[in-house]
């Protein structure tokens, strides 16, 4: 056998050996049409009837049957190191991703079987974020020429219904949820369906008013 | 030694192309360079590479990249330098053995 392809037997029978590489990783380059192009007639007669005997044809059973030995012998090396750089791959993006968990201290939350009590560091970090109720509610002030477009969606309408702003009171609840306070009087606005609006023929020459910032528009 | 499958499988394939002449130590310090090496390597290798390398060089020896490899075996190399540089080498090697397509490689 000559070195380069000593190289890519032993490369890939360690690799099988030691589970970085699956027999199915292999079969996706090494495929149906590559086996049936460069295997040998014996070679192939003895994989179809090995699958009739086991009554299944599966990667394992190509790999098992063929042996690494003749692939490397009869199909090109180009397409055997194809699967090792993708399994390469592979394994170095997971050792990338083990190295991020580690340094985020997913790996102590691992070792602790996901809730114990070395995951404090972890959740620490996260107690520097606010709650959602410790967040700031903006309210605006009432619209002062309804009906006017929404800045949710340009054909969503708001219709006002009561005139005062105390109403019907928005405020968050403890949970930080943002409700309209539901009592008798009904709530300042509602939201009409999108589909409810019917498409308004806007006036030519007319200014679009779609710009909702506040202060003077020109 | 190399502790993860990762790793032996990396020490495997750089053995093996060293042995079969897949890759060389002068392809592998184009990868490893000495700023990488410096980077990684902990004290008590880089000892041994440095008193090889003077060794070498009181005997009238040059220090050449097989002598700087000499003393860093494939178990250590996966040991120390990320395997992703020592992939870059390997696979720098198999395809200018002709094994492998030409390729950007593999950038994790």
């Not at chain 1, 090109?76 to 399994?87: E, H, T």
Request: charged letters at 20%; hydrophobic letters at 40%; proline letters at 10%.
């Amino acid at each position: 056998m000559n070195p380069n392809r000593q190289f890519t037997y032993e490369t890939l029978s360690r690799g099988l050996e030691l589970q970085m590489m699956a027999p199915k990783d292999l079969l996706e380059h090494v495929t149906p049409e590559v086996l049936a192009h460069h295997l040998p007639i014996a070679l192939k007669a003895k994989l179809l009837q090995a699958s009739l005997n086991a009554e299944r044809m599966t990667p394992e059973l190509v790999i098992e049957v063929v042996g690494i030995d003749a692939l490397v012998e009869h199909v090109p090396l180009n397409i055997l190191w194809a699967c090792v750089r993708g399994c390469a791959a592979r394994q170095l993006q997971g050792q990338a991703d083990a190295g991020l968990g580690a340094s985020l201290g997913i790996t102590s939350v691992a070792a602790a079987g996901g809730n114990g009590a070395s995951a404090t560091s972890f959740t620490d970090d996260l107690q520097f974020k606010p709650p959602k109720a410790a967040r700031p509610v903006s309210l605006r002030s009432p619209p002062t020429s309804p009906p006017r477009i929404s800045t949710l969606s340009p054909r969503s309408q708001v219709v006002r219904r009561g005139t005062s702003p105390t109403d019907a009171p928005a405020s968050p609840t403890a949970s930080g949820v943002f409700e309209v306070t539901r009592g008798e009087d009904p709530p300042d606005f509602e939201i009409v369906e999108e589909t409810e609006v019917p498409t308004r023929a806007r006036p030519a020459g007319r200014a679009v008013d779609d710009d909702t910032r506040p202060g003077t528009k020109p | 030694m190399p502790d993860s499958a990762r790793q032996k499988w990396f020490a495997h394939m750089l053995g093996v192309g060293l042995d079969q002449k897949i890759l060389s130590p002068s392809q592998l310090v184009v990868h490893v360079t000495p700023e990488v090496l410096a980077h990684h390597l902990p004290p008590d290798v880089m000892t041994k590479v440095i008193t090889s390398a003077l060794a070498a060089g009181q005997r009238g020896e040059q220090t050449t990249p097989d002598r700087l490899f000499e003393s860093l075996n494939p178990d250590v190399m996966v040991d120390h330098v990320p395997l992703e540089v020592l992939w870059r080498s390997i696979d720098a090697g198999a395809e200018k053995a002709g094994i492998a397509d030409k390729s950007e490689g593999v950038k994790p």
